[in-house]
């Protein structure tokens, strides 16, 4: 499970996974877990997330001679996805135990909505940060995520890549997409804290809009679509992050806590409800007493 707490500072709005322990009872709760690693102090990002975020890099060029592998095993150029479409970019992670599928699922539930095709109006171009992860990852990711969407004849537009680490950080350059390496459950360094966005890129390769979080609005994403096919490229966004970070599946207390404040705030939902129930029974009664009495006076 997982608790996402805000840490306002100037102008960002960071909102990163960290352990119930430190976090207010107010806090936002979903499904997916994790647990601090360091403290955090005040407004102070944790010391393992002062290298990761996002920076807008508007209109930069994507390293299109970049090599990948597609969920096929097939080897492929960035750029073989440019010309005449333009297409939605994902860096995530297969493996990844807790936002990027969250980040994937944004996507698919976004694009349901949108009326555009993909592999006919635009390409979803997913690449796996983790040089580590293999095309048979890729493929299970990919059919996950078409199964999802719901339309498995646009199997087609939908890339999933994975590739060396030079390749991998020449596109994570590019986007700004900044990532570090961080200890699994077991201690070696298998996961990675990175933040959450998605890019279009125009048909040229071209960074034309990020949108930032988990959860995207089809209207938008519908409109950057249409904007990032005729190469026009848009304006930042807020920089508002979803950081994820060094997650442990066998850490039952953690779960228990969040279950904890979750039937918490269920408790203090039904007693609001109830008060405010007794209270509109209570005036419609007084108001009824009133009337009759009014009536006797009149009578």
């Not at 293999?134 to 199964?147: I, R």
């Not at 904007?227 to 026009?232: E, H, L, T, V």
């Not at 850490?251 to 409800?273: C, D, E, Y």
């Amino acid at each position: 499970m997982k608790n996402r707490r805000t840490i306002r500072g100037g102008w960002q709005v960071a909102t990163l996974c960290c352990s119930l322990l430190c976090a207010p009872l107010f806090a936002q709760v979903s499904s997916y877990g994790d647990k601090q690693s360091g403290e955090n102090a005040g407004d102070q990002l944790p010391q393992v997330l002062q290298k990761v975020g996002v920076s807008q890099h508007l209109n930069q060029q994507l390293p299109l001679d970049a090599g990948f592998v597609d969920e096929s095993g097939k080897s492929v150029k960035l750029g073989d996805y440019f010309g005449k479409h333009p297409a939605l970019l994902s860096l995530v992670y297969y493996n990844c135990p807790m936002l990027c599928s969250e980040e994937l699922d944004g996507i698919s539930s976004a694009l349901e909505m949108v009326k555009l095709t993909p592999g006919k109006d635009f390409d979803v171009i997913v690449i796996s940060i983790d040089p580590s992860e293999t095309p048979a990852q890729a493929a299970k990711s990919k059919a996950l995520y078409v199964k999802r969407y719901g339309r498995p004849e646009t199997a087609p537009g939908w890339h999933f890549l994975t590739g060396q680490r030079p390749d991998i950080d020449a596109v994570t350059n590019a986007v700004g997409f900044g990532y570090v390496r961080v200890p699994g459950p077991d201690g070696k360094l298998s996961q990675f804290a990175h933040a959450s966005s998605i890019e279009l890129v125009t048909t040229d390769g071209k960074l034309a809009q990020y949108y930032l979080g988990v959860e995207y609005s089809p209207k938008d994403i519908l409109l950057g679509l249409i904007d990032a096919s005729g190469n026009k490229i848009g304006s930042p966004v807020a920089n508002i992050l979803t950081y994820c970070y060094h997650y442990d599946p066998q850490t039952n207390k953690h779960s228990l806590i969040v279950a904890r404040v979750v039937q918490f705030g269920g408790m203090v939902t039904v007693a609001g409800l109830g008060g405010f129930m007794f209270l509109m029974f209570r005036r419609d009664v007084n108001l009824a007493r009133e009337h009759d009495l009014t009536k006797k006076e009149n009578g």
